[in-house]
């Protein structure tokens, strides 16, 4: 029976300690694509907020042998400069965000705990915790830093589900989150 015992010991640490890393890498997961879903939300409220009228000459102004310049124009919201701007802050922002975890899944999402026009909002869903908001600005921080290129492309044109798009597809940064409905984080 003690043997038994000794044996049973190794095998059941075994488990509890896989069972622990497994739940890490999810959380770590659950972070990451938080993050990510977070920073597609508040990139498109940047963009949304610059009058779409405003305009921005790109291109060469050299002079083409013909007498032409490659001169064109675009929204100003759009461009380049605008998104590497807004790329810069994006992450302060990760402040306003919650921790949700479903109770069903265990799985955690990050919703947003601060209101942008100031009304009052219902927090009894979300978590306030120091912990999860600086893992959030920090996951936040390494996508900007490791996907820059991408973050460019997605919004330098205006498309939909740019959530699903750059987060689950490009980026595999969220396996589950195309089952997650498109307004959650």
Not at 72 to 92: F, H, I
Not at 112 to 120: D, L, M, P, V, W
Not at 150 to 161: A, G, K, L, R
Request: proline residues 3%.
């Amino acid at each position: 029976m003690r043997e038994a015992a000794l044996l049973l010991s190794p095998c059941v640490l075994l488990v509890c300690l896989l069972l622990s890393c497994s739940q890490a890498a999810r959380q770590g997961q659950d972070i990451r694509c938080g993050a990510c879903r977070a920073l597609v939300d508040e990139m498109e409220w940047a963009i949304s907020q610059v009058d779409p009228k405003k305009m921005i000459q790109t291109g060469s102004f050299r002079i083409n042998p013909d007498g032409s310049q490659s001169i064109r124009e675009v929204p100003l919201a759009r461009s380049e400069g605008n998104l590497l701007e807004l790329m810069e802050n994006v992450c302060e922002r990760m402040a306003d965000y919650g921790e949700h975890t479903d109770p069903s899944t265990n799985r955690k999402s990050y919703i947003r705990i601060k209101s942008r026009s100031g009304e009052a909002m219902d927090l009894s869903e979300a978590a306030l915790d120091s912990r999860a908001t600086s893992s959030l600005k920090f996951a936040c921080e390494t996508i900007v830093e490791q996907n820059e290129d991408e973050i460019i492309e997605f919004f330098s044109h205006e498309m939909d589900n740019v959530k699903d798009k750059l987060c689950s597809k490009r980026t595999d940064l969220c396996d589950h989150a195309l089952k997650m409905p498109h307004d959650e984080l």
